[in-house]
């Protein structure tokens, strides 16, 4: 009996302290809940108090999004993955300075609290907005570079951070191709391919109602080639749509969208995105005509929004167009994402009624029209696709590519998410002495008053002069006193080397038929100064196609 009691009594003493321990020990109102991402899942990381916890913000990793919530004071919290990642919170500003350019200006976020933020996702480094009660600078990794974007000041607290592109698989190198060229000789078979990631069938028009539609069902869907039946009267799509289609299925990085717009159909698309109806009209409708030709996606061309109403309805209208090719390829079991591209100014007057920080959530590529900065509405000549500003003067307004970049980045826009765009022709001015001076007319052109095809320059007798300040080149014939501002393959060969250096997502061409072709021609010069193109697979499966050939994937094409 003793021995007995003896044991018990060490027993209780034993788990009095440990209990006594665990009452000293045991922190009061922490709760935790993590749950770790492997695949398309949330992780949430969180430590709370009733009073310590002071912002949040959401940080995209791959296909997951990771919740943190950070205290007030500074600390560092790792977050799971096959690298180690700091997030310092300090009670501070700070200033950030543009990752590229010639300029030395910096841009001062007013915030009592910044937050620097480094995520895994890659073998590189790239920035992005995060928006929150306080303004952050973000650090996330794609590709081999490092960029940073600063979110908008006018950022709403509640939304997320905008999503930057997946891992990088290659330059985008691209064409507009367009129906009326059919009909003045230029023919779908006679587009380089070899040399193309993506070709914009250019264009679409729109019905009061919003239904997106053909607006030459001749050339698109009825034109016979040599090899095309004469005979056979089933639901088979002829034309510009087959012989795209067939370009698709030999070369299966080529992807082709479906442009909607452009400068003669863009009035319609005020009404377009007036309407819930009619918004719903239009991107179900845009759906259809892309699935029924064998597309890959759309490219929105407004050319331009002019207001704040326009502003928010080309929003509403990407996402209904966003929510149609989600809907569509749910219910269809097609294992394709469909691009969303817009066609956008580099110009304040027009890219000011866009709203691109919300539009990027449902955009995939920005398609930045890196032309047209002079021409026959401007009182004296100048370059129209200058890649820096070349004057001095304080009030001038001429435009240049590289303000255009910082200002999309400024909004939060990946880098890698812009292609800049390059004109295939060029603007003349008539009875000029020179660059910045008066003139008389733009003479006859080609196309159009005072445009020539690049094909056809320079003229004979002009001499071509390389502004190594703007980056840009125009040939000047003093004789005929016409100077015509336009890029060749030097200020091409630059172009590539610019958006490299901006880390840019690829270039594009307005438009293939004013190509010379070959090694002369632009599109070709963009391909070899890339050398890395776009990898990413076309989709040749489009199961509710009304055109039974593209429907069984062309046979026999």
Not at 328 to 352: D, K, M, R
Request: aromatic share 12%; proline share 6%.
């Amino acid at each position: 009996m003793r021995k007995i009691s003896s044991w018990g009594l060490a027993q209780c003493l034993f788990w009095a302290c440990v209990s006594g321990i665990g009452e000293r020990t045991a922190p009061s109102k922490v709760t935790s809940s993590i749950k770790v991402p492997w695949t398309n899942s949330t992780t949430t990381a969180s430590s709370s108090s009733s009073s310590i916890i002071t912002s949040s913000w959401d940080i995209p990793v791959g296909n997951a999004t990771t919740s943190v919530l950070i205290p007030s004071t500074s600390s560092t919290i790792v977050l799971p993955g096959s690298t180690t990642t700091d997030v310092v919170v300090t009670p501070t500003s700070a200033t950030t300075a543009p990752p590229f350019g010639n300029g030395t200006s910096s841009a001062t976020v007013p915030s009592t609290i910044i937050s620097s933020t480094s995520v895994p996702s890659g073998n590189s480094t790239t920035g992005i907005p995060v928006p929150s009660t306080s303004l952050s600078s973000a650090t996330v990794p794609f590709g081999n570079t490092t960029t940073s974007a600063t979110a908008p000041p006018t950022t709403s607290p509640t939304a997320k951070p905008t999503l930057p592109p997946g891992p990088f698989r290659g330059f985008k190198n691209g064409a507009y191709f367009t129906n009326w060229g059919v009909n003045s000789g230029f023919h779908p078979q006679e587009l380089p391919v070899s040399e193309l990631t993506h070709i914009y069938y250019a264009f679409a028009d729109i019905d009061a109602d919003g239904t997106v539609k053909s607006s030459d069902p001749v050339v698109d869907l009825q034109k016979r080639y040599p090899d095309d039946s004469l005979s056979n009267r089933t639901a088979n799509a002829y034309g510009a749509v087959k012989q795209l289609y067939i370009h698709k299925k030999l070369n299966r990085n080529l992807k082709v969208l479906l442009s909607i717009g452009g400068w003669n159909y863009s009035p319609k698309f005020v009404a377009a995105a007036a309407t819930d109806a009619s918004r719903y009209k239009f991107a179900t409708s845009a759906v259809k005509l892309v699935t029924d030709w064998g597309f890959d996606g759309i490219d929105i061309d407004w050319e331009y929004p002019a207001n704040d109403v326009e502003k928010e309805n080309l929003v509403k209208l990407l996402q209904a167009c966003r929510q149609a090719f989600d809907t569509y390829t749910l219910l269809h079991g097609v294992q394709y994402q469909f691009t969303i591209s817009v066609a956008s100014s580099a110009g304040p007057q027009n890219y000011e009624n866009l709203d691109l920080f919300t539009m990027n959530k449902y955009v995939d590529s920005w398609h930045l029209m890196a032309y047209d900065y002079s021409g026959s509405w401007d009182t004296v000549s100048g370059h129209q696709a200058n890649v820096f500003s070349y004057e001095s003067s304080a009030e001038s307004k001429r435009l240049s590519t590289d303000a255009a970049v910082q200002h999309y980045e400024s909004q939060g826009i990946h880098p890698q998410k812009i292609l800049l765009g390059l004109p295939l022709y060029g603007r003349a001015f008539e009875g000029t002495s020179g660059l910045g001076q008066n003139y008389t007319s733009v003479g006859q052109g080609g196309p159009q008053p005072g445009v020539y095809y690049f094909r056809d320059l320079p003229k004979p007798g002009a001499e071509v002069v390389y502004d190594d300040v703007a980056k840009a080149t125009y040939s000047y014939d003093a004789a005929a006193k016409e100077l015509i501002s336009y890029d060749d393959v030097r200020s091409t060969t630059y172009k590539a080397q610019y958006l490299k250096w901006r880390r840019l997502g690829g270039a594009f061409f307005w438009e293939a038929s004013g190509d010379k072709g070959g090694a002369g021609g632009l599109v070709n010069t963009m391909s070899k100064q890339l050398d890395w193109l776009d990898g990413t697979p076309n989709n040749l499966h489009y199961p509710t196609s009304q055109y039974r050939n593209i429907r069984w994937g062309m046979p026999g094409e």
